[in-house]
């Protein structure tokens, strides 16, 4: 469904992405995992053209000349959750539904909007309240139904159970896993959570120094013999990955 070759990006003398390599098959659930700036959100953030690759090329199946379908293609669940203060929640979910070319009538996108909220096991009485009177994992959920409301081929997840409790965020791993399979869509999830990495990948990415080390299925990580992905794993200190000082 996507895939990317030789991506390379810099900032200045920063050189995030140094050649890029991966492939992400139709219907699968993709994790990329690294340490802080190594460039995860630049790759998906090239893959959606908010940021434009120095070089190399990106492919996504089906592709389209007109940006308003192409995007009509992804869904996203960002980190920070980044829902809009001033709208109620149903409005938040059914942002895509009530503009551009997926436009429907407000009614219909209202109903939309509840019947995914109560996929990701929120109530309609949620419909009506703003963001700041749910807590964070409710607002995370908000999000995930968000995501899904236009029934996307493709998903992205940014550190999805980032400031989540080990309970909530088990909630959220098993929500997107479900959701993904239900929906067959493709899904490239960002994360440094091991949990969550076994919890809802098909197969994993370990992606250091602007190039991903090591790819395979999940059932491999544990007996990779890369010495990036065992570190990185494990949580050790000592590796070839040295902790920016």
């Known amino acids: 469904m996507i895939k990317m070759e030789g991506v390379t990006k ?7 992405l140094k050649g890029l390599d991966l492939e992400i098959a139709r219907g699968t659930s993709m994790v990329i995992i690294g340490g802080s700036g190594t460039g995860k959100s630049i790759a998906l953030k090239c893959i959606l053209g908010l940021v434009t690759p120095d070089a190399g090329r990106i492919t996504v199946a089906g592709g389209t000349s007109d940006r ?8 996203m669940l960002f980190q920070g959750g980044a ?8 409005q938040n979910v059914a942002f895509r539904l009530l503009r551009g ?8 996108a209202r109903e939309i909007a509840i019947h995914k909220l109560r996929r990701v096991g929120l109530g309609a009485d949620v419909a009506d309240r703003f963001p700041s009177e749910l807590s964070g994992g409710m607002q995370k ?9 236009a029934d996307p081929e493709i998903i ?3 550190e999805p159970t980032t400031g989540l409790d080990p309970i909530m965020a088990g909630v959220i791993n098993a929500l997107i896993r479900e959701i993904v399979t239900e929906m067959g869509a493709t899904a490239m999830t960002i994360t440094h959570d091991m949990t969550s990495v076994r919890a809802i990948a098909d197969n994993v990415a370990m992606l250091h120094d602007g ?3 090591w790819s395979g299925p999940v059932a491999d990580i544990d007996h990779s013999g890369n010495a990036h992905l065992d570190q990185f794993i494990h949580g050790r ?4 990955i040295q902790p920016l000082r």
């Open 237 to 240: 200190a000592e590796g070839p």
């Open 10 to 16: 810099s900032f200045g003398s920063n050189h995030v």
């Open 101 to 108: 070319s997926l436009a429907k009538p407000r009614a219909e």
């Open 68 to 75: 308003d379908a192409f995007l009509a293609r992804f869904g």
């Open 211 to 213: 190039v991903i080390q």
């Open 83 to 90: 829902l809009f203060d001033s709208l109620p929640v149903w």
């Open 156 to 158: 992205f997840f940014d």
């Open 141 to 149: 959920r908000v999000g995930l139904a968000r995501a899904i409301a």
